[in-house]
């Protein structure tokens, strides 16, 4: 493994930790101070989450492309660094939801009890990953520079108008399947998201590269 294969695994590593904590520990922060207000719980919840993507990608896309999810590695990643960066991913993610619990003197093992099923979830989490890789491919083809803003405020606004909140992440679904916080999901029911996020993030791509195709080599 060279040095700079290492840092990019690194890199998919401690952006997840560092993400995923993110989600889940303003989710817990947002629930206790809204005093049960889940909008303004969940518009905490959204601005910590949209900020920290910006930095990271900002940061860290520079050494692996700042991924963070396996459906952008699968579909937009060399092959040779799938398994890896999917296993940083996942460890990364889940050790960030254990320190969010152990900041918050909640147990280190839960499991999600907050139910996220039924085809209106389903087609939120599909039309979210659909739109999140449709971003990543148009705007590193078209505007480059600003793929670090256009990928957060995809997130953003896919909290507010999706009936799932927009999870858009498979590795992150089965994170918050291990918390039983405002943020969490029912175990049982994170299968049913990562397939409709898989299929969106599969359409997402298929979508913009045929709006905007790569201009042939001269």
């Known amino acids: ?6 840092r990019a ?3 998919e590593g401690i952006g997840s930790l560092i993400l995923f904590a993110t989600v889940v520990g303003s989710g817990v922060m947002a629930q206790r101070l809204a005093g049960g207000n889940d909008a303004v719980a969940l518009l905490g919840n959204t601005a910590a989450t949209g900020a920290v993507l910006f930095v990271l990608i900002t940061l860290l896309g520079p050494i692996s492309g700042a991924h963070f999810n396996p459906a952008v590695t699968v579909l937009l990643g060399p092959r040779d660094r799938w398994l890896s960066f999917v296993a940083a991913q996942l460890l990364g993610g ?7 619990h152990a900041m918050f003197d909640m147990p280190l093992i839960e499991q999600g009890s907050k139910i996220r099923t039924g085809m209106g979830q389903w087609i939120g ?22 793929v670090s803003a ?37 175990p049982i029911d994170a299968v049913g998201f990562i397939i409709a996020q898989s299929l969106g993030a599969w ?10 195709p790569l201009a042939p080599p001269r």
Not at 1 to 6: K, S, Y
Not at 125 to 146: H, K, M, N, W
Not at 154 to 163: E, L, P, R
Not at 203 to 212: D, E, N, P, T
Request: aromatic share 12%; proline share 2%; hydrophobic share 60%.
């Open 94 to 100: 889940i050790l960030g939801v254990l320190i969010v």
């Open 150 to 186: 256009l990928a957060a405020l995809w997130i953003v606004a896919g909290y507010w108008f999706t009936a799932s909140t927009s999870f858009a992440n498979p590795a992150i679904t089965i994170a918050r399947a291990l918390t039983d916080s405002f943020a969490g999901i029912r």
């Open 9 to 11: 695994i690194a890199a």
């Open 125 to 146: 989490e599909f039309v979210a990953t659909f739109g999140l890789l449709f971003t990543i491919v148009l705007g590193s083809r078209q505007r480059p520079d600003a």
């Open 203 to 212: 359409a997402g791509v298929q979508v913009a590269k045929w709006l905007a």
């Open 1 to 6: 493994m060279t040095d700079a294969t290492a």
